[in-house]
């Protein structure tokens, strides 16, 4: 499975972005795609994902309700829009494939992130 991430850039406070997570390879089969992002100097924070077989979502309870996550089941592709960004949302943003609680490692497979700087 590969995941490519695209979309990023530099906003204004209060601006959008739709990131894109192009999944490919062979057929996914695991539990969600996921998102997390990473500030510099700071740990991994997790987003939020979307069930891969119903499509359900789930957040950070922090991003909700200025996050969704969407995606086109046509094109493989999963969307992260990001709506009244703020500087602290600054961060490189990454997809991944969780293979669910009970693979180990969880997370084994990642997009290489896309960068977002929301300037003040």
């Known amino acids: 499975v590969q995941l490519q991430a695209s979309g990023g850039g530099t906003v204004q406070t209060g601006g959008s972005l739709r990131l894109s997570c192009a999944v490919s390879?062979?057929?996914?089969?695991?539990?969600?795609i996921v998102w997390f992002r990473q500030a510099p100097g700071k740990e991994r924070e997790f987003v939020g994902g979307?069930?891969?077989?119903?499509?359900?979502?789930y957040y950070a309870n922090s991003l909700k309700g200025r996050f969704t996550i969407s995606r086109d089941s046509a094109k493989n592709t999963v969307f992260l829009q990001m709506n009244s960004l703020k500087p602290e949302d600054t961060a490189v943003y990454l997809c991944?494939?969780?293979?669910?609680?009970?693979?180990?490692?969880?997370?084994?497979?990642w997009g290489q992130g896309t960068q977002v700087t929301v300037s003040s």
């Open positions: 390879g062979r057929t996914f089969s695991g539990y969600a």
């Open positions: 979307i069930r891969w077989s119903e499509g359900s979502t």
């Open positions: 991944a494939a969780d293979l669910g609680p009970r693979a180990s490692p969880r997370f084994n497979y």
